[in-house]
């Protein structure tokens, strides 16, 4: 079964940028489609896009456009998440997981990762 | 977007007695091949979320069987038919009948 092992915690500068990752193991990683959400603290989930390797796909929500970017090495089986131009509201934890594939579409996400807290802090 | 509306929000249950959160969608959540696209997920206290249900009332693995899922189209049901302590945590239903996929408020339950 596919396991999901994210980076650690960050502290980031608002304005600047961090690049958080996500190792996947014991499971087909390139046919897979992998997403990101993330949850503000004491708030809900929110999702921010993904990418499908085998493909090279990626979708992003509007609201992210233009300030995230997500990308998959399939030589190390890792996703990256990149957010940029970091503000305070910024600060939340980063949840990378597996999606359930329907005609390369995500349908459900079958497996999270643990979460990468992200502070964004003057 | 399609907006994702549960209810209730808080939901306090003893031990044994079932549970029901509702989940209802701006926009059909039902595709042309037949299957509503919408999962249930549950995030226990200190946890990722994991996947209770998909397709509506397909149950995950590994999933107990006192969880179940119903609806179409827009208007969906978890059902917990006796709940357990290990059940407390928040609830979400999520949509991604469009591209950009929507996650509810979240119900969080409560023993009590």
């Known amino acids: 079964q596919l396991h999901l092992v994210q980076s650690g915690a960050e502290v980031k500068k608002p304005g600047s940028s961090v690049k958080v990752s996500c190792k996947a193991s014991g499971g087909p990683f390139s046919s897979s489609g992998f997403t990101w959400v993330r949850q503000a603290p004491g708030q809900g989930l929110e999702w921010m896009g993904g990418i499908i390797p085998l493909l090279g796909t990626t979708n992003y929500a509007q609201r992210f456009q233009g300030r995230v970017t997500i990308t998959a090495d399939e030589s190390t089986t890792t996703v990256y998440m990149e957010l940029s131009s970091l503000r305070s509201d910024d600060t939340a934890v980063y949840y990378c997981?597996?999606?359930?594939?329907?005609?390369?579409?995500?349908?459900?996400?079958?497996?999270w990762g643990q979460g990468t807290l992200v502070t964004v802090s003057s | 977007e399609i907006v994702m509306t549960q209810s209730p929000l808080s939901l306090p249950v003893t031990p044994g007695e079932p549970a029901s959160i509702s989940c209802k969608s701006s926009q059909s959540l039902l595709h042309t091949n037949g299957y509503n696209y919408l999962s249930w997920y549950l995030q226990k206290p200190g946890q990722s979320p994991h996947l209770l249900i998909y397709?509506?009332?397909s149950r995950a693995s590994g999933v107990p069987d006192r969880f179940s899922g119903s609806g179409s189209g827009t208007d969906f049901t978890l059902k917990i038919s006796r709940v357990e302590a290990e059940d407390v945590g928040v609830y979400y239903c999520m949509q991604a009948r469009q591209t950009s996929i929507t996650f509810g408020q979240g119900t969080r339950l409560d023993i009590k």
């Open positions: 997981a597996r999606a359930g594939l329907v005609d390369r579409e995500y349908v459900w996400f079958e497996t």
């Open positions: 397709f509506g009332s």
